[in-house]
């Protein structure tokens, strides 16, 4: 099977990340707590509105990227899957720089060092996950996004925004998976929802 993957939210997680520097950079007090999209939420209705949670942004997927955590169960996922003899892809939608970044970090290049610190690189013989750089793949719109997951046929898609299954010219035979760790229920077009990478293992390579 030929199965692409998401990377913001899906692979790599921010929650924690988000919530410290947001609070490094005065935007949500010391003592919040909640998750990212809360962080957002809280962000974007005070007085710093949505350029201060871009702001916020800039650094998280930047250079205090190394600070994010890997999916519990993504490591897992991606060595069975291997030894079942599946493709696999990332399909990424990630601007080249930050918004309101002063340093202008390349938000790419920031991703894939994240990824080459996980061993994404390294064969799974010695303990990584196999990929090479040309099965990563990065897109500044999100419509350009589902051209490559067309282009790379992808029997199977897994990602953890809906608007991206429900954009009218995603692949009708791909198979949707929504990474939905702390549950979804409402979305226009039928997808399965899955709470862990251990669900997805359940749903794709059972």
């Keep these: 099977m030929i199965i692409g993957i998401d990377f913001d939210n899906t692979i790599i997680l921010y929650d924690k990340l988000v919530r410290s520097i947001a609070s490094k ?10 998750d990212k999209v ?18 916020v942004q800039g650094q998280v997927y930047g250079k205090e990227i190394v600070g994010a955590v890997i999916a519990d169960g993504f490591k897992e996922f991606i060595v069975l899957a291997r030894k079942k003899q599946n493709q696999l892809y ?21 991703a894939l060092g994240w990824m080459e610190g996980q061993g994404f690189f390294s064969q799974i013989e010695d303990g990584g996950l196999g990929f090479t ?19 790379l046929q992808c029997e199977a898609f897994i990602d953890d925004l809906p608007e991206v299954f429900e954009e ?11 990474y939905a760790p702390v549950g979804f229920t409402e979305h226009k077009c039928a997808m399965t929802v899955v709470k862990s990478w251990n669900e997805i293992a359940n749903a794709l390579l059972s």
């Design 25 to 34: 950079m005065g935007f949500i007090p010391p003592s919040f707590e909640g």
């Design 38 to 55: 809360a962080v957002r939420d809280f962000i974007r209705s005070s007085k710093y509105g949505d350029e201060g949670w871009q702001r």
């Design 90 to 110: 990332i399909v990424s939608h990630k601007t080249e720089i930050g918004h309101f970044d002063i340093e202008k970090i390349n938000l790419r290049d920031a």
């Design 133 to 151: 750089r040309d099965e990563i793949f990065f897109r500044a719109e999100r419509k350009e996004k589902i051209v490559k997951i067309k282009e």
């Design 168 to 178: 009218a010219m995603f692949p009708p035979k791909t198979k949707k998976i929504l």
